[in-house]
């Protein structure tokens, strides 16, 4: 058999070496005996991070994963300064400038690598194999999203004019909606302009699908027995990686309110939680100031538990029933709140989704209130194909990135992202 393989330390006992090398997902380590010939001789002039080709066979009675080599040549040399064990890169700044140093060397960080790539590839299959079809739509956009995030600028050359990259591709695939398309999804990338955190970067891998006929109910049912089947197909793969599969695979997920999930991580009681002024002491007891007797109680809950109560969901909650303010592309229930929900996990939102709004009317008055707001341009092409005709659907996105921080107990996306950017 002959592969291509790094090595990543060598031991040299006079009479005989031996070469650890990494090969694919796998760490092993080849002898080489003197009586090997040119072999020997390659063998004790090779560096650390060389890559090799290989051919060799594996020991029998040996208690490793070993193999006596048959034939060894250097592929192609390192030029850098290589650590002197494979384990040894810690400062996270080189950890992220030289990424491809950790993958190449460290199976734990090149396994969750592989496994992200699988991921996207189990969701394939599972949407596939639920009779979706797989769209893309522009990245580049001659409008911004009336969404409140700040979109990346450009100027395109040959057009002659500004244009910005998306936010989310939710309006587009919206758009294919009402082209005749009743089951599709989207796998692909989205930009957002703002300030880095932990949880936030600027360039994330998002998931969408839409399904025509159906409401919130059935897309939380469908995320469910989506997340259960990627991590029941994850954890064949997990070997050199731990990963946290237990929040998906019990039937232990909670579907609350707003008032319900303050009420579970607090000492307060209902009455309380449904008290406006209650609401609004305690946001100003945890310090913020904002203009509360122009919010409605609705708003009230959401930002008391984005800023209070959020950290404190590790098990999957399916938050349920936000503000209409917040929500100006889902169907209304009522007058105060939407067909909305967003699923958490481990402190962290993952997924976000809703029963649509197509009633023409309506998107137009809400979106010409947040264009007011946000002070962008009002999106006219959205508005008119609304006015063709949306049927009713139910959509939902799912953050990968996030969504491979639970899976893998990751604190920092970063840590998830393959080649990220660093400040300086």
């Given amino acids: 058999m002959y592969i291509y393989a790094r090595l990543v330390t060598k031991r040299n006992f006079g009479g005989i070496i031996f070469l650890t090398v990494v090969w694919a997902l796998l760490m092993f380590q080849v002898k080489v005996l003197r009586t090997d010939g040119i072999s020997f001789v390659i063998a004790k002039q090779v560096s650390l991070g060389d890559v090799l080709l290989l051919h060799f066979r ?33 400062d996270r700044v080189v950890s992220y400038t030289r990424s491809y140093m950790v993958y190449g060397t460290n199976l734990r960080f090149k396994s969750e690598l592989y ?11 599972y949407m596939c194999s639920r009779l979706f079809i797989e769209v893309d739509t522009p990245i580049i956009s001659s409008m911004p999203e009336a969404a409140s995030s700040a979109p990346f600028v450009a100027f395109h050359k040959a057009l002659k004019k500004q244009v910005y990259l998306r936010i989310s591709p939710e309006l587009c695939l919206k758009r294919i909606l009402v082209s005749g398309f009743d089951a599709i999804f989207e796998i692909g990338k989205s930009f957002r302009n703002e300030s880095l955190s932990v949880r936030h970067y600027s360039e994330f891998t998002s998931f969408e699908f839409y399904k025509v006929g159906r409401n919130y109910f059935w897309g939380i049912a469908f995320l469910v027995d989506l997340l259960q089947f990627l991590c029941l197909k994850l954890a064949v793969l997990a070997s050199a990686v731990a990963i946290q599969i237990n929040y998906f695979c019990s039937a232990g997920f909670d579907y609350l309110s707003l008032p319900e999930v303050i009420v579970k991580y607090t000492e307060y009681s209902m009455q309380q939680v449904l008290s406006v002024s209650f609401m609004i002491s305690r946001l100003l007891k945890l310090g913020f100031n904002y203009d509360y007797f122009q919010m409605t109680l ?11 109560i959020q950290r404190y969901v590790v098990y999957p909650t399916f938050v349920l029933y936000f503000p209409i303010q917040d929500s100006p592309l889902a169907r209304s229930r009522d007058l105060l709140t939407a067909e909305r929900y967003e699923l958490y996990v481990a402190g962290i939102e993952i997924a976000n989704g809703f029963t649509e709004l197509n009633d023409a009317v309506e998107q137009q008055a809400r979106l010409v209130e947040q264009s007011v707001c946000t002070s962008k341009p009002l999106n006219t092409v959205f508005i008119d194909s609304l006015k063709f005709g949306m049927p009713s659907a ?25 080649f990220p950017e660093v400040r300086g």
């Fill in 58 to 90: 594996r020991l029998q009675f040996s208690a490793v994963l070993a193999f006596r080599v048959l034939c060894l040549m250097v592929d192609v040399r390192n030029l850098l300064l290589f650590p002197d064990k494979h384990h040894s890169i810690t």
């Fill in 115 to 125: 496994m992200r790539f699988k991921l996207v590839q189990f969701i394939r299959l």
């Fill in 298 to 308: 609705v708003q009230l809950w959401l930002l008391y538990f984005e800023n209070y």
């Fill in 394 to 418: 139910t959509g939902c996105g799912v953050g990968i990135d996030r969504l491979l921080m639970v899976i893998f107990s990751k604190s920092n996306i970063r840590d998830v992202i393959v």
